[in-house]
């Protein structure tokens, strides 16, 4: 089992920024893709973007491309989600997530991925 826990959520204003964090335990860290995804009250969970293991391969969703930046240091087991020029439609809970096998590549499907942490609460204010 992987442990995700979120953090650095909270309520801004639009245009304004945040950066999530996302600490793993119970694997190594270092062996997996890291997602992040988001849900909004009466909508499905939505790709945000993911990272590869050795941080050399990214993907963006289509809404958050050039404003939001993932990262990783895995000496830390840590990955971020640095959110800039927010919107008020950027509010949701945020997730990471992990598929369960190491080295794998994994996509934009919710499915693909096994471990979720608790979620963070973002509210962007117009």
């Known amino acids: 089992q992987m442990q995700l826990v979120e953090s650095g959520g909270g309520l801004v204003q639009a245009g304004g920024s945040l950066r999530l964090s996302c600490t793993a335990s119970?694997?190594?860290?270092?062996?997996?893709?890291m997602g992040w995804f988001r849900q909004a009250p009466g909508k499905e969970r939505e790709f945000v973007a993911n990272i590869r293991w050795s941080g050399g391969s990214i993907y963006y969703g289509d809404s958050v491309k050039g404003r939001f930046t993932i990262s990783r240091d895995n000496a830390k087991n840590t990955v971020y989600l640095q959110m800039n020029s927010l919107k008020p439609e950027d509010t949701a809970v945020y997730y990471c997530?992990?598929?369960?096998?190491?080295?794998?590549?994994?996509?934009?499907?919710?499915?693909?991925?096994?471990?979720w942490g608790q979620g963070t609460q973002v509210t962007v204010s117009s």
């Open positions: 997530a992990a598929p369960r096998t190491p080295r794998v590549r994994v996509g934009v499907d919710s499915a693909e991925y096994d471990y």
């Open positions: 119970g694997r190594t860290f270092s062996n997996y893709v």
